[in-house]
Nanobody, 125 residues
Framework: QVQLVESGGDSVQAGGSLRLSCAGAGYTGSRVCMGWFRQAPGKEREEVASIGVDGATTYADSVKGRFTVSQDNAKNTLYLQMRTLRPEDTAMYYC???????????????????WGQGTQVTVSS
């Protein structure tokens, strides 16, 4: 059974930085993609950044140029470096992995089937 455990969430002021980590274990089968998703109160969950098995990355328009997704396959760990944080980045951030991606809007998007428990990021103005 795949387990994903996020860490690194915190409360920061606008303009600050955070790095989220996602440690994975128990992988079996195909892992086509891994990604970070977020959900703010009253809003739908959205894909923030994802990385495919080929290394191709996808970012939400709102985080392009500020966030960077990366992975360390040797450590089975996914990272999300977040810079120049804004109050609108406040959300619960979830790590996820899945066996497939879908191509739309000119980019590949991860279709997860396994989720972590989430880590809270709060950005104050």
């Amino acid at each position: 059974q795949v387990q994903l455990v996020e860490s690194g969430g915190d409360s920061v002021q606008a303009g600050g930085s955070l790095r989220l980590s996602c440690a994975g274990a128990g992988y079996t089968g195909s892992r086509v993609c891994m990604g970070w998703f977020r959900q703010a109160p009253g809003k739908e969950r959205e894909e923030v950044a994802s990385i495919g098995v080929d290394g191709a990355t996808t970012y939400a328009d709102s985080v392009k140029g500020r966030f960077t997704v990366s992975q360390d396959n040797a450590k089975n760990t996914l990272y999300l470096q977040m810079r120049t944080l804004r109050p609108e980045d406040t959300a619960m951030y979830y790590c996820a992995t899945g066996p497939s991606r879908r191509y739309y809007h000119g980019e590949w998007h991860c279709e997860p089937n396994t989720w972590g428990q989430g880590t809270q990021v709060t950005v104050s103005s």
